[in-house]
Each structure stands twice: as structure tokens, then as C-alpha cells.
């Protein structure tokens, strides 16, 4: 690995050198911070160290104040390191959605790789894939069939690469494995820029090569309590070696396609963790089938072969916030299940509100103990199931309301009302809906909440109506109050 001599050591400071992790945006490709925070985050704890059966450390990154300014969401990251026998080194990333709203991102392993001069090092598996270019300024160029030389300042990234990709210079070669990465970067700042750099020692440039096992082009997205694994593996092999594997590989026609790279099924993943004695999963045959000179030589192999312990792969336990976060989660979805199908369905009068001009009201009552605007946002959601003709009819009612969710929780009240265009309904043009959503909050007012608050209502949008996916408009509502007294 390349750890330049006058990289800088403390907090905020990126390491210019080693493995640094980009998340949850890669480069400036969003509106984050370029590369995320990570990379230079002072927050990174020490989750478990182990020496057995190979050394190992676990690191974990969890959402906080300071992040939170960065990027919005709440996440959990568990980065473990593994020296691995045989000249080899795995690295993994975890990244689990801890909060109750999905969360997208792109990310990279930021390696940097020695070499001797980067002008006598050449990278293979490139061959036929698309690539970006930003120092040429191309996009959605096409590699052509020789290995990519490193000439200069290079910064491309490659699209759906194959899980193998090798560096070479002279006769040594470093094959990187990856798991769950679809995409792949090769850089060097190259001369000119590198003077710019005070974290770069003179003509260190020369010294390097960074390849990035990347997921960039398409984005990685999460839903709550899910979580994403990517890893790779660096070893160290006579450049002869890694040349065959790669000719042998391309002629195979084995490339990953990009939906296998980013799905990083748990069996790649374990093997991951327990690499053979070559430092990467074994291989399997296409058709199925070895021949019997081939089964004969595997036994011959296995027999004269010391049996060597597998190192035990990491596993992060959930801890029981995490299990108590996916259990909420699960209850949510249900919820919203719930309302989608029953909204618009229950025939419910709310007290106070015939005086708005004889309406009753179709709708779903949902109350939850921390009475948060989650409500709110899961009641739009149901929102765009479509409203049920025949709930009018089963009333008898003169006026529909086409669904409407009201929410009760012990520290405020959520409503969104859908109201059809005026020719569809025969009482919404008496009605003014900023005034109407006004009537319900002081009609729930001394029942479902503390009756001595005295709080007056809080609107979003300041009441307005605003345009419906179904032709018509809704009108929402939050309003604040003291908890719920329980008898």
C-alpha cells in the first residue's frame, strides 16, 4: 500500500494514502461533500479487534449531529479489515438504513496501490468496457483491447466491470477480488496537478496508482432496517500468474454483469471472508462437471495438502436498538399496507364537522405512541391509492370526501384530506378547506389530546390547497400539543 511521506495525520484530515472510504457520495457526482465525510471523520470507534485464526479489525461509523449536517439520514457502517495467509488483505463495508426514511448513496474503497513508477505499470480486465474520462472530458468511451498503460494524470471509471482486475509492473502483480462493487476507478493526480498538493511528497506521484472498487453509476438505495455489503480482496502473485488468470477469464467470457456485481449474494460474501488457499473463491467449473482427470488431480491436491483452519467470517450482531428499529419498520409497513387497502372504506363522523355543511367523512384513524409526522408522511403515501366510489354509495352520504387519514399521536395531530374536483362532489364547492381542516382540529381538540392544552393548530403550506394526483386537491395539517394524560 502507498501512504504518502508528508500525509497529515489528525482529525478532518484525509490520508493521502492506504484505503480511504467515500460515503456516501463518490467525488462531487451529487450535492454532498466531495467523497463524503468519512474519509476524514473523527468519529470511527473500534467495534472488535481478533488475532485468530488471522488479525482482524472491526470499525463502526454511526449517524450523529455532525454527520447529520453533512447528510441527513440516520446509518450505521461496520468497515473490517482482514490480513488474510498467503499475501493477501480483504476489506468490507456494511452499511445499514437505521432510520424510518430510505436513504441513497454512492461509494468507494479509495485504494492506493505502490508501485515503483507508475509509467512502467499497466492495468488488466479493462478490455471492451465503457469508461468515463474526466481529463479527457469523454463519456461513454470504449476500452479497447490492450491493457491501459498509465501514462500521466489518469481519472476514469469504468461501468460494470468483471469481479478480477489486475495491476501489473515488471514481474510483480496485485489481483483485486471484488464483491458487491459493480464499477471500478483508475487514478493518479499526474505531474502537473501534484505540485498543488501539500500532502504529496516530490514526484510521489510517480509512486502510485489508485484502483477503486466503486458502486457509482448506479446508486445504492435502502429502504429502513435494510442493509448493503461490498468488499474486495488484494493479493500479491507473480505477474505470470495473474496474466494467465485474466487471458483465462476473457476467454471464458466470466465478466460479471453489473446486477450480479451490486447484488453481492451472501455466498460471495462468505467467500469473501474465507478465502481458499489462493486468497479467492474456488472457482467453479461451467458446465458443473470436472472431468475425471480433474477430479482424480483435486483429490491427489486435497490429500497432500495440510488442513488449515478457514478464518471465521465477521459478524456484526444487531444490537437491540437495531433490532427494535426493524421491528418498527416491519410495523409501519404494515400500517401503510393497512391504509392503502382500508382508507376511503370506513364510513367515520367526526364530531363538529356537520356544521361544515353536512359532510361525512370516509376515512382511517391511526394513532402512535410517539406522535411524530411520520404519520404524516405514510398518510400521503396512502394517499395515492385511489378513492373508493362505492364507500359513498354503502352511506348514503350527500357529500365525498375521497380519503382522508387523521392521525392522533401523544405530541401532535396529522390529517391530509383528498376532496375531489367540485363537479365530482356535491359538497365540496360549500366547502372552504383551509376552514374545514381548522373545524377538525378544534373539534378533536379535549378528546384525543391533553384537555387542557391550549395550543392553537400549526398548518404546513399555511392551510393551501395544492394539486392532487387525482385531478382534485388536499390540504394537510399538523398540529402541536402537550402529551396525552393516561388514566
Same mark, same amino acid.
Given at each position: ?30 450535492a ?47 468497515y ?22 430510505p ?26 468496457l ?9 463519456e ?31 514481474e ?13 476507478v483508475?487514478?493518479?493526480i ?24 466503486a ?31 485474466c ?21 460471495v ?7 481458499? @488457499? *489462493?486468497? /479467492?473463491?474456488?472457482? +467453479?467449473? #461451467? ?5 475425471? =482427470?480433474?477430479?482424480?488431480?483435486? !483429490? $491427489? @491436491? *486435497?490429500? /497432500?495438502?495440510?488442513? +488449515?483452519? #478457514? ?5 456484526? =450482531?444487531?444490537?437491540?436498538?437495531? !433490532? $427494535?428499529? *426493524?421491528? /418498527?419498520?416491519?410495523?409501519?409497513e #404494515? ?8 382508507g ?14 353536512g ?22 403515501q ?56 381548522q ?47 393516561i388514566?
Open positions: 500500500m502507498f501512504v504518502s511521506s508528508k500525509t497529515v495525520f489528525g482529525d478532518g484530515k484525509a490520508i493521502r494514502g492506504g484505503v480511504p472510504v467515500c460515503f456516501p457520495q463518490f467525488a462531487a457526482r451529487g454532498y461533500q466531495k467523497h463524503g465525510f468519512c474519509r476524514n471523520s473523527a468519529e470511527w470507534t473500534v467495534v472488535r479487534t481478533s488475532t485468530e485464526p488471522y488479525p482482524c479489525v472491526v470499525l463502526g461509523l454511526t449517524d450523529s449531529p455532525a454527520t447529520k449536517e453533512l447528510w441527513p439520514f440516520a446509518f450505521k457502517l461496520r473490517s479489515v482482514t490480513l488474510d495467509s498467503d499475501a493477501s488483505l480483504s476489506m468490507s463495508l456494511a452499511v445499514m438504513n437505521s432510520g424510518d426514511q436513504i441513497e448513496f454512492t461509494t468507494a474503497l479509495h485504494t492506493y496501490l505502490a508501485c515503483a513508477d507508475m509509467g512502467g505499470v499497466t492495468v488488466h480486465g479493462l478490455s471492451g465503457k469508461y468515463d474520462d474526466s481529463v479527457a472530458g469523454v461513454a468511451a470504449v476500452q479497447d483491447g490492450a491493457p491501459l498503460a498509465l501514462k500521466g494524470e489518469v481519472d476514469r471509471i469504468y461501468w460494470e466491470t468483471p469481479r478480477s482486475l489486475y495491476v501489473v509492473e515488471g510483480r502483480s496485485i489481483r483485486m477480488l471484488k464483491m458487491g462493487f459493480p464499477d471500478a483508475v487514478w493518479n499526474g505531474e502537473a496537478k501534484a505540485s498543488t498538493l501539500a500532502d504529496l511528497g516530490s514526484d510521489e506521484w510517480k509512486n502510485y496508482i489508485c484502483l477503486e472498487a458502486a457509482i453509476g448506479k446508486p445504492v438505495v435502502l429502504v429502513p432496517s435494510a442493509s448493503w455489503n461490498g468488499g474486495q480482496t488484494l493479493t500479491v502473485m507473480p505477474a505470470k500468474t495473474a496474466l494467465a488468470e487471458e483465462k477469464a476473457a476467454a471464458e467470457g466470466s465478466k460479471a454483469s453489473a446486477s450480479e456485481a451490486a447484488a453481492a449474494p451472501p455466498k460474501a462468505k467467500e469473501a471472508a474465507m478465502p481458499n @488457499e *489462493k486468497g /479467492a473463491p474456488a472457482a +467453479e467449473k #461451467k458446465d458443473g462437471k470436472p472431468s475425471p =482427470e480433474e477430479i482424480e488431480k483435486m !483429490k $491427489a @491436491e *486435497k490429500a /497432500a495438502k495440510p488442513k +488449515e483452519e #478457514k478464518p471465521k467470517e465477521v459478524k456484526v =450482531e444487531p444490537s437491540a436498538d437495531d !433490532k $427494535a428499529a *426493524k421491528e /418498527a419498520a416491519k410495523a409501519k #404494515k400500517l401503510l399496507k393497512t391504509v392503502i387497502k382500508e376511503g372504506k370506513k364510513g367515520v363522523e367526526i364530531e363538529g364537522a356537520a356544521e361544515m355543511g359532510l361525512d367523512f370516509f376515512c382511517t384513524t391511526i394513532e402512535s405512541p410517539e406522535g411524530d409526522q411520520a404519520l404524516l408522511l405514510t398518510a400521503m396512502a394517499m395515492n391509492a385511489d378513492p373508493d366510489p362505492l364507500a359513498e354509495e354503502r352511506k348514503g352520504c350527500s357529500g365525498f370526501v375521497g380519503k382522508m387519514i387523521f392521525s392522533a399521536g401523544t405530541a401532535q395531530l396529522a390529517i391530509v384530506a383528498y376532496v375531489p374536483k367540485p363537479e365530482s362532489n356535491k359538497s365540496s364547492s360549500k366547502v372552504d378547506v383551509t376552514a374545514w381542516i373545524a377538525v382540529c378544534a373539534a378533536v381538540d379535549g378528546t384525543v389530546t391533553n384537555p387542557k392544552s391550549d395550543a392553537p393548530p400549526q398548518f404546513i403550506n399555511e392551510g393551501k390547497p395544492f394539486e392532487c394526483p387525482h385531478g382534485g386537491h388536499f390540504a394537510e395539517a399538523v398540529r402541536a400539543s402537550a402529551p396525552r394524560e388514566a
